[in-house]
């Protein structure tokens, strides 16, 4: 069995006096309490810092550090935060600081810091883990010329083609797929869309297991739709429930079936 769990707009600040900060790095501790043991690929989708700061990388870099250090597996894509100031406006500043922290310094990708290697060639990004293939997307680097679409962001052609080798290569593969991204895949609200998502979903229907993504901070789960199995909207993790806890979602993939369940704590 392996399992992996989906976190996503950690909104982190260069200070830790802020609430999210602080919330962060409760959670960080607990999931390391939580898993001393059998130990779950960790999914997080994006706006991992708040403003696309440098200060706010290093930062970042310093709270999730000890889940490296613990021997997770910890697998990232960014957000429209991660690439620029309030979400709404896209910097190459920002976005080459999510390169060399986040891609870099914490998950160790020191593959990235070559001259000539860009975001755009990074992505999409396929992780193997046992009965696992994970696949990470950046949706916001295809709308980084797009100022007024910044937000709702965009995979672009490129990526789509890509994935869409990635998907004829495993296409025989018995390993459940794991499509994941910051933006929205379908339309609940427009601007919460990404601009391409109906091109996207053509290429993942009935050829993926799970799709995991954030940016609107609702948490929802969506079943059978687009003839994908299960659907995951992370709401924003540093922030507690009703019930005044924190919560994200754990998959555990077994050989007869996948077990999809919300852990949750104070």
Not at 88 to 109: C, P, R, V, W
């Amino acid at each position: 069995m392996k399992s992996f769990i989906h976190l996503s707009d950690l909104h982190i600040h260069k200070n830790n006096e802020r609430k999210d900060n602080q919330n962060c790095i409760a959670i960080v501790n607990e999931i390391i309490n939580i898993y001393q043991e059998k130990k779950p690929v960790i999914l997080i989708t994006g706006d991992i810092v708040d403003d696309g700061h440098e200060a706010q990388y290093r930062n970042a870099v310093k709270i999730l550090k000890p889940l490296v250090e613990n021997d997770f597996i910890v697998l990232a894509v960014p957000g429209n935060h991660d690439y620029g100031p309030l979400g709404n406006f896209y910097t190459e500043k920002s976005q080459m600081h999510f390169q060399k922290y986040i891609l870099a310094d914490l998950l160790g990708y020191k593959k990235v810091l070559q001259e000539g290697v860009t975001m755009e060639l990074i992505y999409p990004i396929i992780s193997e883990f046992d009965e696992m293939l994970f696949i990470g997307v950046d949706s916001v680097v295809g709308a980084e010329n797009e100022l007024l679409h910044f937000a709702s962001g965009e995979v672009g052609k490129p990526q789509r083609e890509k994935i869409q080798q990635i998907l004829h290569e495993y296409k025989n593969s018995n390993k459940k797929k794991v499509v994941y991204f910051h933006h929205h895949p379908f339309d609940r609200r427009y601007v919460m869309e990404m601009d391409d998502a109906k091109e996207l979903m053509r290429l993942l229907a009935g050829k993926v297991d799970f799709v995991c993504f954030g940016h609107d901070h609702k948490s929802e789960i969506f079943y059978s739709k687009n003839q994908i199995e299960c659907m995951m909207a992370s709401g924003k993790t540093p922030k507690k429930n009703k019930s005044n806890k924190f919560q994200f979602r754990e998959v555990k993939i077994y050989p007869n079936g996948n077990k999809i369940a919300m852990v949750s704590f104070k």
